[in-house]
């Protein structure tokens, strides 16, 4: 820690992303300090252990406090040495000198203190808010919390450059939540990027292309003699090579067939990869892709199976679905017409599916490609996807509903896998030649 303290500094837009450094702090001129730091420094205002440590930091030149201005404001903070700031305290700090917050960031402390029913907040909450990290006692207030926000709408704010715009776009078009839209927006920074969605679309689309070249054909490749060759697609002849229940969606039936896909997983999972981060919306989908070609092994047991659209199906199934069940608190432009397009891709997509599915063979006696893929994405989709999608920042083992979804994912992947070994077998059932 410095001798000095940093020039105390305004906010420059209404909201100031949130992506501070610790060691930045406000320095406010009146007698009651708003806790604006580093976490060493406002600790010791809450544990009087450390006051020796403090003292040293707050030394100035001419404007310095003396040891009894430190005691006093150290007294005055936590006068029980409790490590707890009293909410009646805390909002008349927030009273004071909230026109030197961020005003989304005033709210998310307000918010923390009107949720609070033991009168009393830990000064960790207080540092890990104002370091922009959702603790426990956070996000208890979103759950809780219905109050009434006390500023403008984010949406209503103006003067924002193209990517703030973006950014507020992105946050109306998944959160259901102002306070978590307000959050979202004062964080997001971008870093990393939604890598996972526009890396994964990109490996399709280069798979695809590659599969033109070599069978010159990019309508209904499926129709190609040679295109079950492929050692990524699903087959039920080869299905004890466990990687092909993943790799089968870098293989698509045609241009058609990639291009509403590609669509679909960009519009949708793109914004929701912004705002849930990479691990949240790669595990939905791979849990739709993984679902999809484990529902084709149990239910349409003699078809290969090629395509994405497990894992687009889970992503958008849930966002539609955590659309629905948010309607109310849903702001985004137009939501009845974004659903309506969204359904009706889906559906023809899916249509062209099951039409391929019973059109004739262009290899008997292997059919075309099933479509149960689809519905498998779409079971993960309206189960462990809405649980994912509708606890924004929260955590999910603290969620049951997360717990029984995922138990029930878990025993339908090891009932599919042992129908795998043992059903094939048991039912007698034909299979086409392998490729």
Not at 97 to 102: F, I, V, Y
Not at 170 to 181: F, H, K, Q
Not at 263 to 287: K, T
Not at 308 to 329: D, Q
Request: charged letters at 20%; proline letters at 5%; glycine letters at 6%.
């Amino acid at each position: 820690m410095g001798d000095k303290l940093p020039e105390p500094h305004a906010s420059s837009s209404p909201a100031v992303a949130a992506s501070a450094e610790a060691e930045e702090i406000e320095v406010l001129d009146s007698e009651d300090v708003l806790p604006m730091a580093a976490e060493d420094h406002w600790k010791a205002l809450f544990d009087q252990r450390a006051s020796c440590s403090c003292r040293q930091a707050l030394k100035q030149e001419e404007s310095s406090w003396d040891e009894a201005e430190v005691r006093k404001q150290a007294a005055m903070f936590d006068p029980d040495n409790t490590g707890y700031i009293s909410t009646e305290k805390f909002r008349s700090l927030l009273q004071r000198h909230g026109s030197e917050l961020d005003p989304h960031k005033l709210e998310v402390l307000l918010a923390l203190a009107d949720s609070n029913s033991e009168g009393r907040i830990c000064y960790q909450d207080f540092v890990n808010l104002m370091s922009n990290k959702r603790s426990n006692s956070f996000r208890q207030a979103i759950l809780q919390g219905n109050r009434r926000l006390c500023s403008k709408a984010l949406l209503e704010e103006t003067g924002l450059s193209l990517s703030q715009r973006l950014i507020r776009h992105v946050a109306y078009e998944t959160l259901p939540r102002e306070i978590d839209r307000k959050w979202y927006y004062d964080s997001y920074t971008c870093c990393p990027p939604p890598w996972f969605m526009i890396t994964i679309t990109i490996v399709e689309v280069a798979f695809f292309l590659y599969n033109g070249v070599v069978l010159d054909r990019f309508v209904l490749q499926v129709s190609h003699p040679l295109y079950l060759k492929n050692a990524l697609l699903y087959h039920p002849q080869l299905r004890a090579q466990a990687w092909r229940y993943l790799t089968y969606i870098f293989m698509h039936a045609g241009i058609e067939h990639l291009g509403l896909n590609v669509v679909l997983q960009l519009l949708v999972g793109v914004p929701l990869e912004m705002v849930h981060g990479a691990a949240r919306i790669s595990f939905v989908y791979v849990a739709g892709v993984v679902a999809g070609s484990l529902a084709v092994s149990v239910a349409d047991m003699r078809a290969p199976v090629v395509g994405s659209s497990g894992g687009v199906y889970a992503l958008v199934s849930a966002h539609l679905a955590n659309i629905v069940m948010n309607w109310s608190g849903m702001k985004c432009q137009f939501k009845l017409l974004r659903m309506a397009v969204a359904l009706i891709c889906m559906s023809f997509e899916f249509g062209r599916a099951v039409w391929l599915r019973f059109h004739p063979s262009a290899y008997p006696p292997c059919p075309h490609p099933s479509f149960m893929a689809h519905l498998g994405g779409v079971m993960v989709g309206i189960t462990l996807g809405v649980v994912i999608l509708r606890n924004y920042e929260q955590r999910l083992q603290d969620q049951t509903l997360w717990w029984i979804f995922l138990s029930i994912y878990v025993i339908f992947v090891l009932f599919a896998i042992f129908w795998n070994i043992f059903a094939y077998s048991l039912l007698d059932l034909k299979l086409p030649p392998p490729p």
